[in-house]
């Protein structure tokens, strides 16, 4: 299969020609044997391309061009002095080899130095809020499907858009095996104590609610993808979940730095949700320091409240 018809939201599935080519590259088998390793790394489908994330910075974009397997870097995780945003990564046997003179500091990109230093300079341009999604993301890597995910009313706009509206996570809930969309915000971004985070739900809500069946589908194409992939080992949740419908209403998490912040802005945050009718469209609000499990538990706790 080539690239997808425009037809909405998708995924690559096991049969698509990117999946297909990818499994006969020994750089691409090393790659992902390397993610399972490393809590850093995570790998996520595209409709026609995979990203490949380092602290959730986009590290290396994967697609088809014509009958070539493409892949592109940011030149400024290389600094290296570039006229254009990405440069070209050529595979080559187990190795990614940077494009002609880009970069002459860093040639195979797998090469476990040069890939500590591209990771260490994805990681100068991540910001708090980067740091906190990988955590996150590696918390729950047994139920994530998806990360940065993209949606927009206007078909055949691209992954990258930076107009797009973004949604931080889809969790499969290993309870119900619904698909959950997750917005993740920090304790004291302003947008909680104002019209805006409602305003952000109802939008995620309404998306859900309008393209259910397209969802559904696209996460089954996505499971049985990095399956193939190797992405999503035998033995994980993921391997065996059967997706079957979506909760429309998104679970809001919120990222605090100790207990004793959580206890002062608690109630003034769920105020605002409650004022402004946020509350209908969530399916849960979870506070948390370090980490938190993203499943919507029926057992209460002190910082989650599942509506």
């Known amino acids: 299969m080539g690239k997808k018809a425009d037809t909405g939201f998708s995924r690559l599935g096991k049969d698509d020609r ?12 090393h790659l992902v044997e390397h993610s399972h390793r ?13 990203n490949v994330y380092s602290k959730m910075g986009s590290l290396l974009k994967i697609s088809m061009s014509g009958n070539d397997i493409c892949c592109k870097i940011h030149y400024k995780y290389l600094l290296a002095e570039a006229k254009k945003p990405y440069a070209e990564i050529i595979p080559f046997g187990e190795e990614l080899l940077v494009s002609g003179t880009v970069c002459s500091n860093i040639q195979n990109v797998l090469n476990p130095e040069n890939f500590r230093t591209i990771k ?7 910001g708090e809020e980067k740091v906190i999604q990988s955590r996150l993301v590696e918390k729950n890597k047994e139920t994530i499907i998806d990360v940065e995910v993209a949606f927009t009313e206007k078909p055949g706009r691209d992954d990258d858009s930076a107009e797009n509206t973004r949604i931080d996570f889809v969790n499969v809930d290993k309870s ?35 393209h259910k069946a397209q969802l559904v589908k696209a996460y089954q194409d996505a499971i049985k993808g990095k399956k193939k992939l190797g ?22 998490v919120i990222a605090a730095y100790n207990q004793e912040i959580i206890d002062a802005l608690r109630d003034k945050i769920r105020a605002n949700l409650g004022k402004h009718g946020a509350i ?21 706790y002190k910082n989650r409240e599942v509506f």
């Open 18 to 29: 990117l999946v297909t080519e990818l499994c006969a590259q020994a750089w691409w088998k």
């Open 38 to 50: 490393d809590p850093d790394i995570n790998i996520q489908l595209r409709r026609d391309s995979i």
């Open 120 to 126: 260490r300079n994805v990681a100068v341009y991540a």
């Open 176 to 210: 119900s095996q619904k698909l959950v969309f997750v917005e993740l915000k920090q304790i004291f971004d302003s947008r909680l104590y104002n019209e805006e985070i409602s305003n952000q739900i109802k939008k995620y809500h309404d998306f859900a609610l309008k």
């Open 231 to 252: 992405i999503i080992r035998e033995s994980s949740f993921l391997s065996k979940a059967t997706i079957t419908t979506i909760e429309p209403r998104p679970l809001l």
């Open 280 to 300: 209908d469209h969530l399916s849960g609000l979870y506070f948390f320091g370090n980490e938190v499990d993203l499943n919507l538990s029926t057992h209460k």
